[in-house]
């Protein structure tokens, strides 16, 4: 694994991501980053240039200041666990950035 990739993993694994669930490749997560709870999606493959697909984030537990990339894209589950995740509540389990698999600079 290249020093570029290693960099990108440590800087991932701050963010204190958690996983909500995986699907096949794909890895949706719950992370703490500029401020807010976001909830995004990493895949095995993935390239660490387009880093983590970020859907969803809220800066607060106020439903209203939930912002998604496009409507629809968050639902109530999304919405709950960014909630829980900022509340401290949160009893998803811990992700590492380094589980991903063929991850490519």
Not at 9 to 32: A, D, T, W
Not at 53 to 62: E, I
Not at 70 to 92: F, H, K, R
């Amino acid at each position: 694994m290249s020093e570029e990739i290693n960099k990108w993993i440590k800087r991932n694994n701050r963010k204190k991501p958690k996983l909500v669930r995986s699907e096949g490749i794909n890895h949706y997560i719950v992370y703490f980053d500029k401020g807010k709870a976001r909830v995004g999606l990493v895949h095995d493959g993935m390239y660490t240039r387009y880093g983590i697909l970020c859907y969803g984030a809220m800066p607060n537990t106020d439903p209203f200041y939930c912002w998604q990339s496009e409507p629809g894209a968050c639902d109530a589950t999304d919405v709950q666990v960014m909630i829980d995740y900022l509340n401290g509540e949160s009893e998803l389990p811990d992700f590492d950035f380094s589980s991903i698999k063929d991850v490519r600079s």
